[in-house]
């Protein structure tokens, strides 16, 4: 079966790929930022592997990686995990830019860079998940967006020089969807939250899973989801 490596499997649309994933039987190893977030996935998806590193400290995962047992195979890296804090230019703080710019945009360069060669062997698909924020920003959400246009960017770069290999690269889009991030995005915005308003995680994730399965013949290089209600 498939072999899926996965970040932000524990939550939102993560969840929802994860559990998508391990219903029809494919392979996961699911990366926990410690070792009881590690437990914690190999609970509630039974015969997943986990890999530890914590997206918060990409300049470690090196680190963490040469102390655990590394995939030997890999149909797809599945960059779901990502961080939200919003704010006007003028109040931003470096550490809140570098929060979000570590987690969302350097990590998984990071994590791109030390699987590469297994993804290469594989002929793997890369997906990384966006967000309407790396097409257009908008006020007080400029450390976010930054972080989603600089993925837009790794994306773009890695599909073209990894086309020759056989790796395949997708960004999807979404636009807001009913998670936990986009409850706390309500709360900073001082709106009320109604996730019936928004793209249920489900939605997204069927998205996901179509690119994942294309045949080889084919790619999806960007796709866009937006809130059909």
Known sequence: MPTHLITGAGA???AAVAGRLHARGDDLILLAR??????????RYPGARTL???LADPDRLSWAFDKQAMPERLDSL???AGIVDLGPVGELRPKTWHQQLNVNLIAPA??????L???RASK?????????????AHADWSAYAASKHGLKALADALRAEERANGVRVTSVYPGRTATAMQAKVHSQEGKEYDPSAWID?????TTILMALDLPRDAEVNDLTVRPGR
């Open 201 to 205: 995680p489900e939605s997204v994730a």
């Open 117 to 119: 060669p297994t993804l």
């Open 12 to 14: 939102g649309i993560g």
């Open 110 to 115: 990071e994590v791109t860079r030390l699987l």
């Open 52 to 54: 530890v590193g914590d």
């Open 78 to 80: 599945l960059h779901i």
């Open 124 to 136: 793997a698909t890369v997906v990384f998940v966006n967000s309407g924020a790396g097409l257009n």
């Open 34 to 43: 410690d070792a009881a977030r590690a437990r914690q996935l190999v609970e």
